[in-house]
Every structure is written in C-alpha cells, then in structure tokens.
C-alpha cells in the first residue's frame, strides 16, 4: 500500500558550505534524522544559516525527495539518507510559496531586489 497523502514541504537549515555544494550540483543528498516523516515526492526547502551568526542568509532552494534509504546497516535507526532533485514540481512549490508570502505581507514589506529575483525566477521557470 502506497502513501497517497499531499506531499509536504520541509524546511531545513544548511551551513553555507553545503548549501553552496547543493546548489552547485555537488551534493545531490542529505543525511537527516528521520523526525519528519520524510518521503520521496515531499519537498525540502533548503535555508542557508550561518552558525557563526546564528540566523539565516535568507538564501533558500527548493528540491523534491527522490530515493530514501532507511534502516539498513551503517545508518542510525533514526536517519534517513535521501537524495534532492531539482524538477519542475519542486520549483513550482517554490513560486507557490512566494507568492503566497507576498500576498500575506502587509502593505507589500518585500524590497526591490527580493522582488525583482522572485520575478527572475518565476520567468526562468521550464514549461511542463
């Protein structure tokens, strides 16, 4: 029996240097406590936080879980390996939810510049 719920979105924190590793296609996976009940065609939005700082860069992407690998030998009980595909699904949860937080603002909060690269980014966006 197969798991027909709506796919979720998680929103994780990553160290810039494996958020940059992610983004530049070099790290395709994560390793994660399986506190989340992830799976495969979830999405995981990725948050750059820098520890030094101890907040976020408010750099973010978005990928959908592909393959998960649980409960075999060498990975705690607890953890999960998946890995993170960029697809035109996961992008297009990423425009929903800008969207929606731009709608949820009041009185348009957003700066130019974070306007100008959500624009950037929804035109950027493949057809299906």
């Keep these: 029996m ?12 990553t160290w810039p ?7 530049n296609g070099t790290k395709l996976f994560e390793i994660r406590k399986n506190d989340r ?14 520890p030094e700082k101890q ?22 009980k607890e ?13 297009k949860k990423a ?4 969207i929606d937080a731009l709608n949820n603002l009041p009185e348009m909060q957003v700066d130019d510049e974070i306007y100008d690269r959500i624009k950037k980014r929804i035109s950027e966006l493949p057809s299906e």
């Excluded at 953890?79 to 992008?91: G, N, Q």
């Design 55 to 76: 907040e976020l860069t408010y750099r973010v992407a978005f990928f959908e879980i592909g393959f998960l690998l649980q409960g075999v030998w060498g990975l705690a």
């Design 79 to 91: 953890h999960c390996v998946f890995t993170l595909l960029r697809s035109f699904a996961a992008e």
């Design 95 to 98: 425009v929903e939810l800008y």
């Design 37 to 50: 009940n992830f799976k495969p065609g979830d999405f995981v939005a990725l948050h750059e936080f820098c």
């Design 2 to 13: 197969t798991d027909k719920s709506e796919p979720q979105i998680h929103h994780l924190k």
């Design 17 to 23: 240097e494996y958020y940059q590793a992610t983004i």
